[in-house]
């Protein structure tokens, strides 16, 4: 695998289910952040990690709940979303926080809350 | 204000036109300018980096007015695959963070 990748490629489910979204890098890069995308709408930044510390928390929900158990792996833990959390959820990286050449995305997560 | 505005268009090119669009941004204590280009249902790619003093790579071009603070990026000789969102990106409070606009959606029809 190279780059970086991101699993379920689609999901959908309801608003009582919990699951998990994961992001993997194989860049050896330190920094890695989520992303929401909505239709219309700018990319949203949600949450930023470095060396497994999240430094910024973009006033998300308390439903998003991220992991970061080390440098190559992020979580999105998902639980009792609302419809309008439907979206293409992007995980990225880039190889120092604070790198301002280059962030790279994953294909993305599309979710779809019932 | 939009920390980044774009105009989303869309932008029908003929092939073999030139379509050029500009960005602004609000913060003029930005730093760092970016465009990227997101393909249909993919996630965005670095198309390229934007200079003080522009940058130039193939039939792209992208230049930074400070002044008035906006970035533009001109494609000429449009090709089909050129069809694509372009993401115009600035980072506005230092590194740690980077602000997306909503995208131009270019069209380039045959």
């Known amino acids: 695998e190279t780059g970086v990748t991101q699993t379920p490629r689609h999901l959908v489910m309801g608003m009582t289910n919990k699951k998990s979204l994961k992001c993997e890098q194989h860049l050896g890069h330190n920094a890695m952040y989520w992303y929401k995308q909505s239709a219309k709408k700018p990319l949203e930044l949600m949450f930023v990690y470095s060396l497994e510390e999240r430094v910024e928390n973009n006033s998300v929900p308390s439903r998003f709940s991220p992991e970061c158990p080390n440098s190559s792996h992020l979580f999105l833990h998902l639980h009792t979303l609302q419809p309008e959390d439907s979206a293409l959820y992007l995980c990225?990286?880039?190889?120092?926080?604070?790198?301002?050449?280059?962030?790279?995305f994953g294909p993305g997560t599309r979710l779809t809350v019932l | 204000r939009k920390e980044v505005e774009q105009d989303p268009g869309p932008f029908n090119v003929p092939e073999g036109a030139t379509v050029a669009f500009n960005c602004t941004y609000s913060n003029s204590a930005s730093q760092s300018f970016f465009w990227y280009r997101q393909d249909c249902r993919k996630e965005p790619k670095l198309l390229m980096s934007v200079y003080s003093s522009g940058n130039e790579d193939g039939r792209f071009t992208a230049q930074l007015n400070r002044a008035s603070q906006y970035i533009s990026l001109l494609i000429r000789d449009s090709k089909l695959s050129d069809s694509a969102t372009y993401l115009c990106?600035?980072?506005?409070?230092?590194?740690?963070?980077?602000?997306f606009g909503k995208g131009n959606q270019v069209v380039v029809i045959p």
């Open positions: 990106v600035v980072s506005p409070y230092g590194n740690n963070r980077l602000a």
């Open positions: 990225a990286s880039s190889q120092e926080l604070g790198d301002p050449n280059e962030q790279f």
